[in-house]
């Protein structure tokens, strides 16, 4: 009886183990952003999580939430050949995408931080849709994109998911 004892407190001990560390596991992906970097202009309006719910495909997508009027993306550093044509492309879901004053320049949105480049912009409420933005990288070997739920000067609240990420080199 005392052996039968040991042997349940050792498979107990290592479920909790197990158990720990899948806990930690999904904390981790839920809020590792892979290289991403979150950007917002006033801390507490926003909130970046990786959503395994609300996903087009089998990886977790990245949901930007404004709760108020706000400008926020996830950004990532790229490199580039000079003088080259690019195309961006994502799949991305919004739910009551709103711009303040109306203005149809935010929303969900593909960018070049830093500058007034950037894709069309999707708001109000739809299901997953592709979204594209073309740039040229000119004298740069370095750009900044952005998956941005607002604008270069606008503000926009709601909720975008931002998922299966592609850039391409477009060849002329």
Known sequence: MRKTGKIVKKVLWWLMIIAIIFAIVKIYNKYNYNDFI???????????????VIKYSKYDSYKIENKEYHDAMFAQKISVMPNTPYKVSCKVRVDNVVNENNVKTGGAQICINGTTERSA????????????FYFNSKNKTEVDIGFRLGGYAERSKGTAWFSDFKLEVRYQ
Request: with cysteine.
């Open 38 to 52: 979150k950007n917002v202009t006033q801390p507490g309006k926003t909130s970046f999580t990786r959503d395994s």
């Open 121 to 132: 912009s999707v708001y109000g409420t739809s299901s997953w849709q592709e979204l594209c």
